[in-house]
């Protein structure tokens, strides 16, 4: 199951450049995580400074 990115997402892009698998992109307001390419490791919601990423 892949991480998601709330609704709180400031995109600061503290998890863009965090993870591994390049599963995350820009968006206009905030940012999402392809889950085909998301391997769950949890990287990004440990870096992300406002708790907006998770499993869903």
Not at 7 to 24: F, H, R, V
Not at 35 to 56: F, M, R, W
């Amino acid at each position: 199951m892949a991480y998601v990115i709330g609704d709180n997402c400031m995109a600061c892009g503290t998890c863009l450049d965090e993870c591994p698998s390049g599963a995350i992109s820009a968006g206009d307001e905030k940012y999402s995580i392809n889950p085909d390419l998301c391997t769950e490791c949890g990287t990004c919601a440990s870096v992300c400074p406002n708790d907006a990423i998770s499993l869903p």
